[in-house]
């Protein structure tokens, strides 16, 4: 081939780059500067934005991180997803070689050379000099210049060299095509999910597009479907090739039709290995399960963005893009301009960054270190109700919620910690799974681990709370020592003696009637709709409808809302179905007044 540098693309490796932050922008790398990004509020909504989060910055800390490093390309990361489109110019430097199935480079001399660019890695550009890689090789579209494609068409030979069961794997593996190129076959928008998951998380700085979290990573791509919706069977061989490919950062923004038990056993390979397992919460703006994210060991998280989505003025950059999906397994929120998608491939750029850190200190970061320290240094996420109403944000609380998990994800603040020596202890659990129902009447083991190996000492505590989002924890086991095993054994009294259990009360609906009665009555549906575990539009009719029997002022309130806000016409056949069952009198007027809007919309 005759390829010169300037038809690749940007630097790999960058240095990094020590003096980028606010008060030298200059100093990052040339086409870093997204708003998801900073660890500062963009000069056109400092006047506007609260003043909590002035400090935090509009994003997730990227600037800060990247003074330590940009990354490992000896870290790389896997993008289980559509596939990847070969005319990405911005990737082709970013895709991992596998060297076993590959013959060495030649050189402009002629030389067999492993490095034949000299800048340290083994990637496309070692074979600009080499005769025997002609440019239009491979796939059509990206024929007018070097692109891994051309690797495959030529060196594909046919022979398992590196017998790992992949024949000619040279640059990742195709699971939905059951080849050895995991291109993005499916000519539509859906086809380029996989190839925006993987600039998300590793475009390199310097090229003009853009910076992932992980601008020096590598990227296997593993082809699992041709969209987001996949096979559990795939994503399961996919992990599992990940993992043996060297990956150390796993992105899954899809969902699986199946979740059988060999997907999960591929999660807990992938866990034994140390290899992060990043999943999208999905984007039905619901709290129902998406597999097969939500499995034990995986980050599950959901993304977030400004209130006024980018533009200039943003008074909260803690507002969640309305499509996400919630609920109890969330742990934690990413910025992003685009939905869980975007959060997922910007966090599993950051766990191959953090690790890459680590690396740079000399330091090996285990998996349950990297997770720890995701989610012990996060932003939280927590808005007054009058902030809420202003931003038009979800609930939020102190410390973990359902909406935002732990908090926003934070990378600068991880990689300073990591570079300070303050790493967290290994903490995992092994069951129950999440989700799990237990046999009625039986005790419950928890088993799980937990070690402090880079500390002298060692205190755990094990708490039980109930409920989605638990108040209030009671301490069911403690140590001093290391334990892998049994943390506890639970029995049915344990649970029901839990903070959150019901008391013997007046009660109404599982809730004292006292509490109906009191001026807070509206932040106290909200209160029992959480602890009803996210319900159905009749559950909340019926408790809409038990408010207003002891404070009408709060259910005329919440009628008179989801009356403007219902777009559905079945959730609003089966709200009406809630609010009509015993209406009380106080709000059978409003009631009323929906059932006439319904039939406006909904012709019944």
Same mark, same amino acid.
């Given at each position: 081939?005759?390829?010169?540098?300037?038809?690749?693309?940007?630097?790999?490796?960058?240095?990094?780059?020590?003096?980028?932050? /606010?008060?030298?922008?200059?100093?990052?790398?040339?086409?870093?500067?997204?708003?998801?990004?900073?660890?500062?509020?963009?000069?056109?909504?400092?006047?506007?934005?609260?003043?909590?989060?002035?400090?935090?910055?509009?994003?997730?800390?990227?600037?800060?991180?990247?003074?330590?490093?940009?990354?490992? @390309?000896?870290?790389?990361?896997?993008?289980? +997803?559509?596939? $990847?489109?070969?005319?990405?110019?911005?990737?082709?430097?970013?895709?991992?070689?596998?060297?076993?199935?590959?013959?060495?480079?030649?050189?402009?001399?002629?030389?067999?050379?492993?490095?034949?660019?000299?800048?340290?890695?083994?990637?496309?550009?070692?074979?600009?000099?080499?005769?025997?890689?002609?440019?239009?090789?491979?796939?059509?579209?990206?024929?007018?210049?070097?692109?891994?494609?051309?690797?495959?068409? =030529?060196?594909?030979?046919?022979?398992?060299?590196?017998?790992?069961?992949?024949?000619?794997?040279?640059?990742?593996?195709?699971?939905?095509?059951?080849?050895?190129?995991?291109?993005?076959?499916?000519?539509?928008?859906?086809?380029?999910?996989?190839?925006?998951?993987?600039?998300?998380?590793?475009? /390199?700085?310097?090229?003009?597009?853009? $910076?992932?979290?992980?601008?020096?990573?590598?990227?296997?791509?593993?082809?699992?479907?041709?969209? @987001?919706?996949?096979?559990?069977?795939?994503?399961?061989?996919?992990?599992?090739?990940?993992?043996?490919?060297?990956?150390?950062?796993?992105?899954?923004?899809?969902?699986?039709?199946?979740?059988?038990?060999?997907?999960?056993?591929? $999660?807990?390979?992938? !866990?034994?290995?140390?290899?992060?397992? =990043?999943?999208?919460?999905?984007?039905?703006?619901?709290?129902?399960?998406?597999?097969?994210?939500?499995?034990?060991?995986?980050?599950?998280?959901?993304?977030?963005?400004?209130?006024?989505?980018?533009?200039?003025?943003?008074?909260?950059? @803690?507002?969640?893009?309305?499509?996400?999906?919630?609920?109890?397994?969330?742990?934690?929120?990413?910025?992003?301009?685009?939905?869980?998608?975007?959060?997922?491939?910007?966090?599993?750029?950051?766990?191959?960054?953090?690790?890459?850190?680590?690396?740079?200190? *000399?330091?090996?970061?285990?998996?349950?270190?990297?997770? &720890?320290?995701?989610?012990?240094?996060?932003? %939280?996420?927590?808005?007054?109700?009058?902030?809420?109403?202003?931003?038009?944000?979800?609930?939020?609380?102190?410390?973990?919620?359902? @909406?935002?998990?732990?908090?926003?994800?934070?990378?600068?603040?991880?990689?300073? &910690? =990591? =570079?300070?020596?303050?790493?967290?202890?290994?903490?995992?659990? +092994?069951?129950?799974?999440?989700?799990?129902?237990?046999?009625?009447?039986? +005790?419950?083991?928890?088993?799980?681990?937990?070690?402090?190996?880079?500390?002298?000492?060692?205190?755990?505590?094990?708490?039980?709370?109930?409920?989605?989002?638990?108040?209030?924890?009671?301490?069911?086991?403690?140590?001093?020592?290391?334990?892998? *095993?049994?943390?506890?054994?639970?029995?049915?009294?344990?649970?029901?003696?839990?903070?959150?259990?019901?008391?013997?009360?007046?009660?109404?609906? *599982?809730?004292?009637? +006292?509490?109906?009665?009191?001026?807070?009555?509206?932040?106290?549906?909200? $209160?029992?709709?959480?602890?009803?575990?996210?319900?159905?539009?009749?559950?909340?009719?019926?408790?809409?409808?038990?408010?207003?029997?002891?404070?009408?002022?709060?259910?005329?309130?919440?009628?008179? !809302?989801?009356?403007?806000?219902?777009?559905?016409?079945?959730?609003?056949?089966?709200?009406?179905?809630?609010?009509?069952?015993?209406?009380?009198?106080?709000?059978?007027? %409003?009631?009323?007044?929906?059932?006439?809007?319904?039939?406006? !919309?909904?012709?019944?």
């Amino acid at each position: 081939s005759d390829v010169c540098s300037s038809d690749l693309a940007a630097q790999v490796p960058s240095p990094p780059t020590p003096d980028c932050g /606010p008060e030298n922008p200059d100093a990052c790398p040339s086409d870093f500067g997204s708003r998801a990004h900073l660890s500062w509020i963009p000069d056109d909504s400092i006047e506007t934005v609260r003043a909590a989060e002035i400090p935090l910055g509009s994003g997730i800390g990227l600037d800060v991180a990247l003074r330590t490093t940009l990354g490992d @390309f000896g870290a790389p990361v896997a993008i289980l +997803d559509s596939g $990847v489109e070969w005319d990405q110019r911005r990737l082709y430097e970013k895709i991992w070689l596998n060297e076993a199935e590959l013959p060495l480079p030649l050189n402009a001399e002629g030389l067999a050379v492993r490095d034949a660019d000299g800048n340290g890695i083994f990637n496309l550009s070692d074979y600009r000099w080499d005769p025997r890689v002609l440019i239009d090789a491979g796939n059509d579209e990206a024929d007018d210049r070097l692109d891994p494609s051309d690797l495959l068409a =030529v060196f594909s030979d046919g022979v398992d060299d590196d017998s790992n069961g992949f024949i000619d794997d040279i640059a990742g593996w195709d699971f939905y095509g059951n080849d050895n190129d995991p291109y993005a076959v499916l000519d539509n928008s859906f086809s380029g999910h996989g190839t925006g998951m993987a600039l998300d998380a590793a475009d /390199p700085a310097g090229n003009g597009g853009g $910076v992932g979290t992980c601008p020096n990573c590598a990227v296997i791509p593993v082809r699992v479907g041709d969209t @987001f919706i996949v096979d559990g069977d795939r994503v399961a061989q996919g992990i599992r090739y990940a993992v043996d490919r060297g990956a150390v950062a796993i992105n899954m923004a899809l969902g699986s039709l199946t979740h059988p038990e060999g997907a999960r056993e591929a $999660v807990r390979y992938a !866990m034994d290995s140390d290899v992060i397992v =990043v999943a999208a919460g999905g984007d039905e703006n619901g709290y129902h399960h998406n597999v097969p994210g939500l499995d034990d060991g995986i980050l599950y998280v959901r993304s977030v963005t400004s209130d006024n989505r980018g533009s200039d003025g943003a008074y909260s950059y @803690f507002n969640s893009w309305n499509c996400n999906n919630f609920g109890p397994r969330i742990d934690l929120v990413a910025s992003s301009s685009a939905c869980a998608s975007g959060a997922s491939s910007a966090t599993t750029g950051s766990a191959a960054l953090l690790i890459s850190a680590g690396r740079s200190q *000399g330091v090996d970061l285990s998996g349950d270190e990297v997770r &720890a320290l995701l989610l012990g240094t996060v932003d %939280d996420v927590s808005l007054t109700q009058a902030e809420r109403e202003i931003s038009q944000a979800y609930p939020s609380k102190d410390g973990w919620d359902a @909406f935002y998990g732990a908090g926003r994800l934070d990378i600068g603040n991880a990689v300073e &910690a =990591v =570079v300070a020596g303050d790493i967290p202890p290994e903490v995992h659990f +092994d069951a129950p799974r999440w989700f799990a129902w237990p046999d009625r009447g039986e +005790d419950v083991d928890v088993v799980g681990f937990v070690d402090a190996p880079r500390s002298g000492s060692l205190s755990w505590t094990l708490e039980l709370g109930r409920g989605a989002e638990p108040d209030s924890w009671q301490s069911v086991a403690s140590g001093v020592t290391p334990i892998s *095993g049994v943390l506890a054994t639970l029995s049915p009294q344990d649970f029901d003696a839990a903070p959150g259990a019901v008391e013997t009360k007046t009660r109404d609906g *599982g809730a004292d009637i +006292d509490e109906w009665k009191g001026a807070g009555a509206s932040k106290f549906i909200d $209160v029992q709709l959480a602890k009803k575990g996210f319900p159905s539009a009749n559950d909340i009719g019926q408790l809409i409808n038990r408010a207003a029997k002891y404070n009408p002022t709060a259910g005329k309130a919440h009628v008179s !809302m989801l009356s403007t806000k219902v777009t559905s016409c079945a959730v609003g056949a089966d709200l009406l179905g809630g609010l009509q069952l015993n209406t009380e009198p106080a709000i059978a007027d %409003d009631v009323a007044l929906f059932l006439k809007r319904h039939k406006g !919309m909904c012709g019944n």
